[in-house]
């Protein structure tokens, strides 16, 4: 048996670039600039796309009585803008035809006018199909930046760029609930909140000039520059059926259980709990440093011990954090909260590396674009599921937590595909076929 590799040193924090905060660690010492040079402006772009995904799980109360909508036409309201990322498992193929960075910057754009539309939405469909082209954006331009982040970092330090990119990415979220605090104060109310999000659109000339093509993709010569734009969706299927379907159970079980709890927590805070929007950003903002950690804390273990192992792990203890949160007593709900996010963000980590590291050069595009159409399709499943529940038992403490248990069938999937830390993409690749 080959030697269990030495554990990485890092760097003191004090050596950080600016953009990292130092509560999420240093710097593994076989980083280099170019890396993290790379790293950071796919993390800007992070940011912004975060903040935007975190509106509707904030503002839900005050969109849902914008539109008179109950609780159980909440859910099902909830299930339909999320199912709007659905287009990106169409977009992010090109990825492979066009490059990374031409995506990014494409999506970059789309999210920004899409977020402005979603502020003049003037009834629930129109909000709908707002989100649906700046969801499908949304996902196209955080996917690519998981690729860009697995195809240029060293083998071993894969884990921890892909957690550097979550965990300084999610601070968006943190600025979300922040600037949420003053939803009743702001102009517009949560209408102007999505209207900031064309504040990206701002920063694309400094995302063109400073992020470049990926080295693997501009060296590849594969199927992904010939045929139609979609071919490679075909390919991957047919040249990687196992892994495929194993991703498809892992994404989308981990989304079905894990979305709908998440996606409730404002929700349930101010109607159940008689939370202010204040506190809830009282509370986003307090603990989310401790919860946010979840992602480059998964990407080191992953990087040490396997993304399969860490995985597994988050993801079988998720269903006792949300009925610690959603059923437990009222006073101690930060702690569950806090868990409940950590473990998110670290599954979040994991999974998308896997679905990034699975797939030769020619079709990582496409394979990450799978997980986003799976990542939909699973949310919407579970807020479905989470809506037929409500219909039946009128209590979130009941139905969030049970929809929450299919985490435990993604925990169980991730063990279908090989174990990919600490090995260079291209022998990954090299197994499967």
């Known amino acids: 048996m080959a030697p269990e590799p030495a554990p990485p040193s890092y760097r003191s924090v004090r050596q950080n670039p600016w953009w990292i905060p130092p509560f999420l660690g240093g710097i593994p010492t076989g980083v280099e600039p170019a890396h993290l040079r790379v790293l950071g402006f796919v993390t800007l772009a992070m940011f912004f796309e975060n903040y935007d995904l975190s509106l509707l799980g904030s503002a839900l109360p005050q969109i849902a009585a914008t539109f008179s909508l109950d609780k159980a036409a909440q859910g099902e309201f909830a299930a339909a803008t999320r199912f709007g990322a659905l287009p990106a498992f169409f977009l992010l193929p090109l990825a492979d035809r066009i490059g990374r960075r031409r995506l990014l910057l494409i999506a970059i754009a789309g999210m920004s006018v899409g977020s402005l539309l979603t502020a003049l939405a003037q009834s629930p469909l129109q909000f709908v199909i707002a ?163 979840g992602n480059p804390v998964a990407g080191r273990l992953g990087d040490r011990f396997g993304r399969r192992r860490v995985a597994a792990c988050v993801l079988l203890l998720f269903p006792l954090a949300a009925l610690a949160f959603f059923a437990g007593p009222a006073r101690l709900v930060a702690l569950p909260w806090t868990l409940m996010v950590f473990l998110w963000m670290a599954t979040n980590v994991s999974v998308r590396a896997l679905a990034t590291e699975l797939f030769p050069t020619s079709l990582r595009g496409t394979g990450a674009g799978s997980l986003a159409l799976l990542e939909t399709l699973g949310v919407g499943l579970g807020l479905l599921t989470y809506a037929a529940l409500m219909g039946a038992s009128g209590s979130q403490s009941l139905a969030l937590p049970l929809v929450a248990l299919a985490c435990l069938v993604a925990a169980a999937s991730v063990f279908l595909v090989p174990e990919t830390a600490r090995r260079e993409l291209e022998d990954v690749a090299a197994d499967a076929v």
């Open 131 to 293: 989100q649906l082209a700046t969801r499908t954006c949304i996902v196209a331009a955080a996917i690519a930046s998981f690729v860009v982040v697995a195809e240029e970092f060293p083998a071993a330090h894969r884990g921890w760029g892909i957690g550097m990119l979550g965990g300084v990415g999610a601070i968006g979220f943190g600025f979300g609930a922040l600037v949420y605090g003053f939803v009743g104060s702001m102009p517009f109310g949560w209408r102007g909140l999505y209207a900031l999000g064309i504040v990206p659109l701002l920063f694309l000339p400094a995302f063109a000039r400073g992020l470049r093509e990926t080295a693997r993709f501009a060296a590849s010569t594969g199927v992904a520059r010939a045929g139609s734009a979609f071919r490679p969706l075909a390919d991957l299927f047919r040249r990687h059926p196992r892994r495929a379907l194993a991703l498809a159970l892992i994404a989308g079980m981990a989304n079905a259980g894990a979305g709908p709890s998440l996606q409730f927590i404002s929700e349930f805070l101010q109607t159940e709990r008689g939370w202010t929007p204040g506190a809830y950003a009282a509370l986003s903002v307090a603990f989310g440093a401790f919860a946010i950690i």
